[in-house]
């Protein structure tokens, strides 16, 4: 039993690690789609100041562009975040799997086990049962 429970405790720590990755891949998402969204309201603030002040108006279009290669990198980032997100996922699937694997059998070892004690037991209360009928009949 005691090689079970050594793998279902690594096994556990597979599962927690694979959580901590998933969660660590889930705020860095968060993080990429705060800026996205601060960048998109950033742009329609210097698009509102560009269209006050013609001065202004001039040096809006390379703003523009450079916000928009920003945005470009910014999803890049997130769409490979992503890619990451679905590969964790399905590792921390098959950790999962592996761990219950693991409790099954170490479940099931058990209950073998309880039966074996039971029957050991039983087997000596039917002895002593018997020796006692034939003391009695004897």
Known sequence: MKGLDSL?????????????NLAELDRLAEGLRDRLCALDEEVARERTVAAADPEAARSFAGYRAAAAVR?????????????????????????????????????DKARREA??????????????????????SG
């Open 8 to 20: 279902i405790r690594i096994a556990k720590w597979r599962v927690d690690e694979a959580r901590r």
């Open 71 to 107: 945005r470009g990198r910014l999803k890049e980032s997130l769409a490979d975040l992503e890619t990451r997100h679905a590969a964790m996922q399905e590792q921390l699937n098959d950790a999962y799997g592996e761990l219950k694997r693991y409790e099954i059998a170490a479940r």
């Open 115 to 136: 039966l074996a004690v039971r029957r050991a037991e039983q087997a000596g209360l039917d002895e002593i049962g018997l020796r006692v009928h034939r003391a009695a």
